[in-house]
């Protein structure tokens, strides 16, 4: 298996919560009313899974063994271009945290900056996923012979497996900070 594979999978599925993201968008436009806990568990999908899992195969291992590449002056306005909106993201889902806790505490006019990064979300990610499946991942490919190819897969795998472990692990240590 090439090392893109496990990336495209992922973006599968960044997919659908998007499409879930333009159902809530509907929803809260009709109703004007937030489901803060959707958006919760749908800020913690983006930190944990879309940017430390997903953007951070990409950020701390594909895009680094890249650098370290003589890249066509396309493929390194790309790549700057993809970190860029990988920051945009990141600071957009900290910006639609930030609106929910608002709005759970009452402040109802917060329903609306909910919307707007609920909105910049699904409209980034498809084209950021379009960008990397369609101009980016295959051509790249070529920088790497097919044991570097291999090395990197299992990087990837390696990577994975700490995952869950950080995640939890960081929630332990937050809880502890508090006693
Ligand atoms: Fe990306
Ligand atoms: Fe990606």
């Known amino acids: 298996m090439k090392p ?7 973006h599968r599925l960044i997919e659908k919560m998007v499409h879930i993201f ?6 809260i436009s009709e109703l004007n009313k937030i489901n803060t806990i959707f958006i919760e ?12 899992t997903h953007h951070g195969k990409e950020e ?14 396309e493929h390194d306005r790309i790549m700057k271009e993809l ?3 990988h920051i945009h993201a990141r600071k957009t889902v900290g910006k639609l945290f930030e609106a929910n806790t608002k709005y759970f505490m009452g402040d109802d006019n917060s329903s609306q ?4 990064c609920l909105k910049a979300l699904s409209d980034l990610y498809p084209r950021h996923i379009e960008k990397e ?9 070529d920088y790497f012979t097919k044991r570097e190819q291999d090395a990197m897969l299992q990087e990837f795998w390696d990577f994975d497996r700490n995952m869950i472990h950080e995640k939890y692990k960081i929630l332990v240590d937050q809880y502890e900070r508090e006693k």
């Open 4 to 10: 893109i594979g496990p990336l495209m999978w992922e």
């Open 22 to 27: 333009n159902r809530e968008i509907k929803r």
């Open 41 to 52: 568990s749908a800020v913690d999908f983006f930190r944990t899974y879309a940017d430390r």
């Open 60 to 73: 701390d291992i594909l895009f680094r063994a890249l650098a370290k590449k003589n890249l066509s002056p």
């Open 83 to 85: 970190v860029d909106e």
């Open 113 to 116: 900056e909910v919307l707007r």
């Open 133 to 141: 499946d369609r101009h980016f991942f295959f051509p790249i490919l």
